[in-house]
């Protein structure tokens, strides 16, 4: 029986324009991003090399003539003389110049990581402040998380500039589940299984005498389509994953990225900044999206039983996956003195919870890969109960009566 609605499921969602559109568009903004958007892409913290070559003639010409004028007097305030601060200034800046004209990326990334000339770190500041809208909190945070990756890209043999410019395949799926990835995965989510169970009864391609029961028909449609949608989106994120490799390099699966998990005092510490591989990373996820996936469709299934209009199941959708953004827009809020981390929306967003992000924005260590698996299982449950019970109010007969 379970075959026979697979192979209805996948017909039905395959003659479907608009997903066959949305698969289309899927496949033309992947290269779209990799022949148009990446090669154009640097690392935040990479040195502007025309102002570094007039910063480091300044403190070259500093130096000179402090050394000629004999004005070596001591700083009060560090207790260095100027020619030697200026000198020191110099020095690094010629570093970092030796560095970017003999191409030699493994240094650049090692200089990098511990330190940035003044003027190159206040780009990043203003990078940060334009981006979270002057928030010295998420700004602090942020920074400390980009020197965390680059002293990770430094300690890899043979970096490349692809590796320090994060552009190798594992560093994009990355940078796709940590940052709007998985929202865009179920947004697709919602908008193909949204009509799948009206669209069924308005074409009438499943009859309303199939020969199984109505729950357990709704239960092998939607397990169906959970298949369907995680085939589909693991053959997008593979070619994805084959096409950066061979444009870019595919990095190591064992680079470093940033964990976070606040113990006490002030949050932004560097003890409650960890890491973790970026291979554990993208697995975790990868199981938290398929986990969510499953969620939605059955969402979708109830929310059909209950309006039984495709437009109206699919805004609705919208309206819960958006749910934290149109609240909150940041997660670290509860609900009725709740903490946070006991609601389902704050983990629709999975890289912000397992990059520790939402544990820095809470000032919690709650938010955790376990505890996403917790709270998505139990909302599960509760919505296969809730399904069922749907199901027994608009059964077979009534829904296809109501759907025209």
């Known amino acids: ?118 003027f190159a770190m206040d780009t990043v500041w203003e990078q940060l402040n334009d981006k979270y ?4 909190q998420m700004m602090g945070y942020h920074q400390t998380r980009l020197f965390q990756e680059m002293r990770s890209i430094a300690e890899q043999d043979g970096v490349t500039l ?81 096409a950066a490799g ?8 064992g680079l470093e990225v940033g964990a976070y998990q606040y113990d006490e005092g002030y949050r932004g510490d560097g003890s409650n900044f960890s890491t973790q ?17 499953y969620f939605f469709i059955r969402l979708n299934a109830l929310l059909s039983l209950v309006f039984r209009h495709d437009i109206l199941v699919m805004l609705i959708g919208f309206v819960i996956l958006g749910f934290n953004r149109i609240y909150s827009g940041r997660g670290e809020e509860g609900i009725f003195g709740i903490g946070g981390e006991y609601f389902l929306h704050n983990y629709f967003e999975t890289g912000l919870v397992l990059s520790g992000e939402r544990n820095f924005l809470a000032m919690t260590d709650a938010y955790s890969f376990t505890g996403a698996l917790i709270i998505i299982g139990v909302s599960i449950l509760v919505l296969e109960m809730l399904t069922a019970l749907a199901a027994g109010w608009m059964h077979r007969q009534k829904f296809e009566r109501e759907v025209r």
């Open 1 to 118: 029986m379970f075959a026979s609605v697979f192979r209805e499921t996948f017909k039905r969602t395959w003659r479907n324009r608009k997903n066959r559109l949305v698969l289309i568009l899927s496949f033309v903004a992947i290269f779209v991003h990799l022949f148009f958007y990446m090669p154009g892409q640097e690392h935040p913290m990479t040195i502007d090399r025309e102002t570094l070559r007039l910063e480091m003639t300044a403190a070259y010409g500093m130096k000179e003539g402090r050394l000629e004028s004999g004005d070596i007097a001591v700083n009060s305030m560090t207790g260095i003389d100027t020619y030697s601060t200026a000198k020191q200034q110099y020095e690094d800046y010629f570093g970092y110049h030796s560095a970017i004209e003999n191409g030699d990326v493994a240094l650049l990334a090692r200089m990098t990581a511990g330190g940035l000339p003044d």
């Open 133 to 136: 809208e002057g928030d010295l």
């Open 162 to 242: 692809h590796l320090y410019d994060r552009k190798t395949a594992f560093q994009q799926l990355y940078t796709f589940f940590a940052t709007y990835g998985p929202l865009i995965v179920l947004l697709i989510t919602v908008f193909v299984a949204s009509e799948i169970l009206v669209d069924d009864r308005r074409h009438k391609t499943l009859k309303a005498g199939q020969p199984m029961g109505w729950r357990r028909y709704i239960f092998h449609q939607s397990l169906s389509l959970a298949i369907i949608l995680g085939a589909i989106f693991s053959v997008l994120l593979a070619v994805y994953f084959l």
């Open 246 to 253: 061979i444009m870019y390099g595919f990095g190591s699966p």
């Open 277 to 293: 591989t970026i291979s554990v990373f993208i697995g975790m996820s990868l199981i938290l999206i398929m986990l969510l996936i």
